[in-house]
């Protein structure tokens, strides 16, 4: 198979002749030779007119996400007053400050006995910290959520917080704003795709009204929710995005959620190691906690009683260790504060590392709902603060900010999402350089040594299994006169139509028509009607080919010549 075309780059034309393939279906050369450029009407994007739509109704969803998430922190306060203080309030309190005594052990039980039976009698889905469930309604449910979810989800979210549980409010506020989405996106006339833009829009401007983090929630969407890279997904979402964090201002106020004094814009040689050692212990960190927790899911699933009464047990091993250690209960959002300030002690910072993750990877592997992201700031924070002892003086709170991104980027893969979080909590835009370092060396460390992230595993223990690797298929750069077959048989009884193919398509659009008529053999149609060859799925697999030959392939190109000119030597 041999097929004369001319390639245009960067202004200059040159000729190259397509892949020749041996009888094993290997590239085996390529020679000049020239053809046609490219169509004009192939763009660089497919997006339709249909993403206005798409925007006007993520706007909406965006603005409202903002007001479920001051319903679900608005439940989280209610809750924690009456679990831990017996009144009726809505106003902002910590577990900490409770006085019940060795009574505290059964608040956390307590809890977690009307979740087992909301999830039981409820929803299932209400089980878990919210973003894996996500993940499996837009993977394979089609973007599809319950009615009922968008309801019990924040409700049994904020009885877990609320009773002491060790979680945050971003995974359940992001299964509450993506379940609205869905809701939403279920009353128009839409696919699957457009649907779970919707969802995603939910999602995200659940996240950011909540943190005050619009660029994270959108980073977070793309690299956890979204499984694309498209202006179609990505314009409705970037503004449901920005919509919520607009309405966050007058009903929970501006950001940054922990503001910090600014650190040095330069931190030097020795600091950017410390940055590096930081993220390799947040990477071991991180790895450690998701092995944590699923060792607990896989110890529940061995008792022999119903599941509905795990978030139970779970309770107790909380409440004991809110017993010795207070500041372990409920979100924490204080205590990461006086992390970053750099005012806590030695004995709180070993009490995070050692009853927090205990209690927060017991409990969550018991399948109670709460979210993951205060914990691991948290942790994070902690770990900072133990590095702080031994790592170079950068100013109060550096090292506890450098381990919070590198633990987001580490244990949730996402290191981008890491590092525009905790810039966006803080308002430090001197951490960038710092945080990306540590993020991507913590991530680059759990990629190396765990097959799947936190979130990912429960979605792979049902049954399912979804890659995080984007990259362009080849058979969107690659067109079907690189690979068809001049003349041959079949090929002159085949008509212009959705049953042909055209010389300068991209292989894509003839594997959709493939897939479309069930047929694998094609009539290539040049543009006056001519019939000039055809194209089979096996023809189409040479792009695969040269994809793995790219991949696999290893060689020197350059050979620098370290001999001496002659009369040089000695």
């Not at 699923?294 to 061995?302: L, Q, R, S, T």
């Not at 207070?326 to 070993?350: C, F, K, M, N, S």
């Not at 019939?531 to 040479?542: P, W």
Request: proline content about 7%.
């Amino acid at each position: 198979m041999a097929d004369s075309s001319r390639r245009q780059d960067a202004g200059n034309s040159f000729e190259v002749k397509t892949i020749s393939c041996d009888d094993r279906g290997m590239p085996d050369s390529a020679r000049p030779s020239r053809r046609p450029a490219p169509p004009a009407e192939l763009g660089d994007f497919t997006t339709s007119p249909r993403v206005l739509l798409l925007s006007a109704l993520a706007v909406v969803i965006g603005l409202a996400s903002a007001f479920v998430a001051l319903v679900l922190l608005k439940l989280i306060a209610f809750f924690t007053n009456v679990f831990f203080f017996q009144r009726l309030s809505l106003a902002a309190a910590s577990p900490t400050g409770h006085h019940l005594g060795p009574l505290v052990v059964l608040v956390p039980v307590a809890g977690a006995l009307v979740i087992g039976l909301m999830a039981r009698y409820g929803s299932e889905r209400i089980r878990g910290h919210g973003i894996p469930e996500a993940i499996e309604a837009i993977l394979m449910n089609g973007s599809r959520v319950e009615p009922k979810l968008a309801v019990l989800k924040p409700l049994s979210s904020a009885i877990s917080i609320g009773s002491g549980g060790p979680f945050g409010a971003e995974g359940p506020i992001i299964m509450t704003g993506g379940a609205f989405g869905s809701l939403v996106a279920q009353l128009f006339h839409l696919t699957a795709a457009e649907r779970k833009t919707l969802l995603v829009a939910g999602a995200a401007g659940g996240m950011s009204a909540t943190f005050a983090a619009p660029v994270a929630a959108v980073l977070l969407a793309v690299e956890l929710l979204l499984f694309e890279w498209k202006p179609r997904s990505l314009v409705p979402v970037a503004l449901a995005s920005v919509a919520a964090a607009a309405m966050r201002v007058p009903l929970l106020g501006n950001g940054p959620l922990f503001p910090v004094p600014a650190h040095p814009a330069s931190v030097g040689t020795a600091g950017l190691l410390g940055c590096a050692l930081a993220g390799l212990l947040a990477g071991a960190l991180s790895a450690l906690l998701t092995l944590a927790v699923y060792a607990a899911e896989d110890a529940f699933g061995k008792l022999p009683i119903h599941w509905m009464w795990w978030p139970a047990i779970g309770g107790v091993v909380i409440g004991l260790g809110g017993l010795v250690f207070p500041q372990a209960l409920g979100v924490g959002y204080e205590t990461i504060g006086a992390l970053l300030a750099g005012d806590v002690a030695r004995h709180l910072i070993l009490g995070i590392l050692l009853v927090k993750s205990v209690i927060w990877a017991v409990s969550l592997g018991s399948g109670t709902s709460g979210g993951v992201l205060a914990p691991l700031l948290m942790m994070g924070g902690a770990l900072g603060g133990v590095e702080a002892g031994f790592l170079p003086a950068l100013g109060p709170g550096f090292w506890p900010l450098v381990s919070m991104g590198a633990i987001l980027g580490g244990t949730m893969r996402s290191p981008l999402t890491g590092v525009v979080f905790a810039l966006e909590l803080t308002h430090d835009v001197n951490m960038l350089l710092p945080l990306l370092l540590a993020a991507v060396v913590a991530h680059g460390f759990t990629v190396l040594t765990l097959r799947r992230s936190i979130l990912t595993e429960k979605v792979a223990r049902r049954g399912f299994h979804l890659s995080r690797e984007y990259a362009v298929d080849p058979l969107e750069i690659l067109f079907v006169r690189e690979v068809m077959r001049p003349g041959g048989p079949g090929a002159e009884s085949g008509a212009d139509g959705p049953a042909s193919a055209h010389p300068d398509e991209p292989l894509r659009v003839v594997v959709y028509r493939m897939a479309e008529t069930g047929l694998t053999d094609l009539p290539v149609v040049a543009g006056d009607g001519a019939t000039v060859g055809r194209v089979t799925l096996h023809d189409l697999l040479q792009a695969r080919v040269r994809h793995l030959e790219e991949e696999k392939r290893r060689e020197r190109i350059l050979f620098p010549n370290l001999r001496l000119p002659a009369g040089r030597a000695g």
